[in-house]
Structure formats: structure tokens, C-alpha cells
């Protein structure tokens, strides 16, 4: 099992920054892939960015490419989400993932909600 805890969430000004962090503990070694996922109300969970532990192979979101940057640090198990410039519509609950595959998620935290304000 990894477990996974969110931490870095809540209200912020759009134009302005919020960092995200994720610290994974357990299992960690049988993980490939750690991605970010966030849910608004009244919408289906969406994917924001992912990157891999290794080779830092990153992808984003359309929504979110050019202003969000995702990182990974192997050494103390951490995924951080930067959110430059962020928008009211980026207003959701922000949860971390880990998978053993390639854009296969097994194990989730329990989210940190981020607030946008216009």
C-alpha cells in the first residue's frame, strides 16, 4: 500500500500562486507515476498533470499547460503542483495519485480543496 497526504491547499487571488505538496509513504518503490487530479462541484473527476519518478516525464492538462508545473523529488517521496496565474475556474478539490503503470492510478489521498478568487 502507499499512502498519500496533500498538503498546501486554499483560498487564493487569481493572477497569484498556490504550491501544492504530496508526501507518499509506504510502498513507494512500486510506484511509476504520480499525477494530479482535481474534482469542482458538479463535475467529474479531471486530470490536471502527472510525472514519473524516473526520468521526470511530465504531461499537463490543456487547461492548465503554461501555468501549472508539477515536480518530483525521489529522495523524500514528495510531488509538488506550482499553480501560477491560477483562475477562478481552477476552483476544485486537488487530489494526488500514485500508480504502478503509466496513467494507472491504485492508490489516492484525500484531496485539498483550492479556492479561487476572482
Known amino acids: 500500500q502507499v499512502q498519500l497526504v496533500e498538503s498546501g491547499g486554499g483560498f487564493v487571488q487569481a493572477g497569484g500562486s498556490l504550491r501544492l505538496s504530496c508526501a507518499a509513504s509506504?510502498?513507494?518503490?512500486?510506484?511509476?507515476?504520480m499525477g494530479w487530479f482535481r474534482q469542482a462541484p458538479g463535475k467529474n473527476r479531471e486530470f490536471v498533470a502527472s510525472?514519473?519518478?524516473?526520468?521526470?516525464?511530465?504531461v499537463y492538462a490543456d487547461s492548465v499547460k503554461g501555468r501549472f508545473t508539477i515536480s518530483g523529488d525521489n529522495a523524500k517521496n514528495t510531488v509538488s503542483l506550482q499553480m501560477n496565474s491560477p483562475k477562478p475556474e481552477d476552483t476544485a478539490v486537488y487530489y494526488c495519485?500514485?500508480?504502478?503503470?503509466?496513467?494507472?492510478?491504485?492508490?489516492w489521498g484525500q484531496g485539498t480543496q483550492v479556492t479561487v478568487s476572482s
Open positions: 495519485a500514485a500508480g504502478g503503470g503509466w496513467a494507472s492510478y491504485d492508490f
Open positions: 509506504g510502498r513507494t518503490f512500486s510506484t511509476y507515476i
Open positions: 510525472i514519473t519518478w524516473h526520468g521526470a516525464r511530465t
